[in-house]
Nanobody, 118 residues
Framework: QVQLVESGGGLVQPGGAMRLSCVAS????????IHWYRQTPGNERELVAR??????????RYSDSVKGRFTISSDSAKSTVYLQMNILNPEDTAVYYC?????????WGKGTLVTVSS
């Protein structure tokens, strides 16, 4: 079992920045297997950031929509994965989820809402 708790969402103006946190706990936590997704109403969850994996060709850590603006990182001492989001625009408005995927098992947090609006 893995428990994931996201935090850090809220309202931010276009052009602003925000950092999300995902605290992981449980019997099997592998921080490198934690990913960030986002979802808007009526749409499927979109993978926006993950850690580099062996076999990656080029930089596959980020979706095209966030590449160059978002950065994923981790702090093993705090069992936390972060998503630094810069130069936010209204299209980034979504519920952001962290996901732990390992050996075919998926665990999800409850999500944190990010609203980009003036």
């Amino acid at each position: 079992q893995v428990q994931l708790v996201e935090s850090g969402g809220g309202l931010v103006q276009p052009g602003g920045a925000m950092r999300l946190s995902c605290v992981a706990s449980g019997s099997i936590v592998i921080l490198d297997r934690i990913h960030w997704y986002r979802q808007t109403p009526g749409n499927e969850r979109e993978l926006v950031a993950r850690f580099r994996r062996p076999g990656d060709i080029g930089d596959e850590r980020y979706s095209d929509s966030v590449k160059g603006r978002f950065t994923i990182s981790s702090d093993s001492a705090k069992s936390t994965v972060y998503l630094q989001m810069n130069i936010l625009n209204p299209e980034d408005t979504a519920v952001y989820y962290c996901n732990h995927n390992w050996l075919g098992q998926d665990y999800w947090g409850k999500g944190t809402l990010v609203t980009v609006s003036s």
